[in-house]
């Protein structure tokens, strides 16, 4: 039985990378932005829906306990509203990258803590903390890159993709190191390994890629709702200024702060102009006649 639930599952796997690969050419023309390439196949292991219920499940677990602790910003707040503002600008843009984020039940909200930290779970659940406010003192175009690159996370389905790769990696290593050795040509010596630590073999390279697709994706998306992407450079530096002994939890899993920002300086040339569109756009709009 549970080489026939392995072999269901290599099977999968290896449909998943063919229609990947058909998926890559069919889209080979030139898109204007950054370019991250197809979508992880393993993402696909597992059910979008069933990701999207557990995301909820905790999200409302966690807006329920800061709740408890009169901790979650009420919506007249004035962080809230500016938070809410500028998601309003970036949602409708999801769509172009995630076609099922157009009938997610986007929320934004804030909890009160002194965590420098945000995310934005599967199904466009969005929370930041107010200490990433606070003590980044952040700008709207860093607010927007940190947004945006946590939007990005949901969007790439990164999450489900982890997932993926666990069920891959926890079927593999219940039968042995052999035959994950024969089919991934990974060295048996370290199954083990995988079997102790979960998905960690093969998570961990992704989980790196995963940060700096969400950091593209992320400033694509601000750049096209008209935020300044130059601000991911401030952004990191402030990150790098705050990284003192202990990284913050937003930082924990996340490419070095030096690092960020030659990969944003590198792609600034390919979203600038998305930038300097939607400002001209903003520009063109009539103003409100009540506007001061």
Same mark, same amino acid.
């Given at each position: 039985? +549970?080489?026939?639930?392995?072999?269901?599952?290599?099977?999968?796997?290896?449909? @998943?990378?063919?229609?990947?690969?058909?998926? +890559?050419?069919?889209?080979?023309?030139?898109?204007?932005?950054? $370019?991250?390439?197809?979508?992880?196949?393993? +993402?696909?292991?597992?059910?979008?829906?069933?990701?999207?219920?557990?995301? =909820?499940?905790?999200?409302?677990? =966690?807006?329920?306990?800061?709740? $408890?602790?009169?901790?979650?910003?009420?919506?007249?707040?004035?962080?809230?509203?500016?938070?809410?503002?500028?998601?309003?600008?970036?949602?409708?843009?999801?769509?172009?990258?995630?076609?099922?984020?157009?009938?997610?039940?986007?929320?934004?909200? @804030?909890?009160?803590?002194?965590?420098?930290?945000?995310?934005?779970?599967?199904?466009?659940?969005?929370?930041?903390? =107010?200490?990433?406010?606070?003590?980044?003192?952040? &700008?709207? *175009?860093?607010?927007?890159?940190?947004?945006?690159?946590?939007?990005?996370?949901?969007?790439? /389905?990164?999450?489900?993709?982890?997932?993926?790769?666990? &069920?891959? &990696?926890?079927?593999?290593?219940?039968?042995?190191?052999?035959?994950?050795?024969?089919? @991934?040509?990974? *060295?048996?010596?370290? &199954?083990?390994?995988?079997?102790?630590?979960?998905?960690? @073999?093969? =998570?961990?390279?992704?989980?790196?890629? *995963? /940060?700096? $697709?969400?950091?593209?994706?992320?400033? /694509?998306?601000?750049?096209?709702?008209?935020?300044? %992407?130059?601000?991911?450079?401030?952004?990191?530096?402030?990150?790098?200024?705050?990284?003192?002994?202990?990284?913050?939890?937003?930082?924990?899993?996340?490419?070095?702060?030096?690092?960020?920002?030659?990969?944003?300086?590198?792609?600034? %040339?390919?979203?600038?102009?998305?930038?300097?569109? +939607?400002?001209?756009?903003?520009?063109?709009?009539?103003?409100?006649?009540?506007?001061?």
């Amino acid at each position: 039985m +549970a080489i026939a639930n392995w072999n269901a599952v290599q099977r999968r796997v290896l449909q @998943l990378l063919l229609s990947a690969m058909v998926a +890559a050419s069919a889209s080979a023309s030139a898109r204007e932005g950054v $370019e991250v390439g197809e979508r992880s196949v393993f +993402a696909d292991i597992v059910s979008a829906e069933q990701v999207e219920q557990q995301a =909820t499940l905790q999200y409302q677990q =966690t807006l329920k306990a800061a709740s $408890e602790q009169r901790a979650l910003g009420p919506a007249d707040n004035v962080q809230v509203r500016r938070l809410r503002a500028i998601a309003q600008k970036i949602i409708p843009l999801a769509g172009e990258w995630n076609e099922r984020a157009r009938q997610w039940k986007w929320e934004v909200n @804030l909890i009160g803590s002194n965590q420098i930290n945000a995310f934005c779970m599967p199904g466009g659940k969005i929370v930041f903390y =107010t200490g990433i406010l606070k003590a980044l003192e952040l &700008t709207d *175009d860093e607010v927007a890159m940190v947004m945006g690159h946590e939007i990005a996370h949901a969007l790439r /389905e990164h999450a489900r993709e982890r997932m993926g790769k666990s &069920t891959v &990696t926890s079927e593999a290593a219940r039968l042995g190191g052999a035959l994950l050795s024969g089919w @991934l040509g990974i *060295d048996p010596r370290l &199954t083990g390994i995988a079997a102790q630590q979960g998905a960690n @073999l093969l =998570t961990l390279k992704f989980g790196r890629e *995963d /940060e700096s $697709e969400a950091d593209l994706v992320g400033m /694509e998306l601000a750049a096209r709702a008209g935020f300044d %992407p130059r601000a991911g450079v401030s952004l990191w530096q402030k990150m790098s200024a705050a990284n003192k002994g202990a990284p913050p939890q937003w930082l924990s899993t996340h490419p070095s702060g030096n690092a960020r920002i030659s990969e944003i300086e590198a792609n600034l %040339p390919k979203v600038m102009p998305l930038y300097e569109r +939607a400002k001209q756009a903003k520009s063109n709009e009539p103003r409100d006649s009540k506007s001061p």
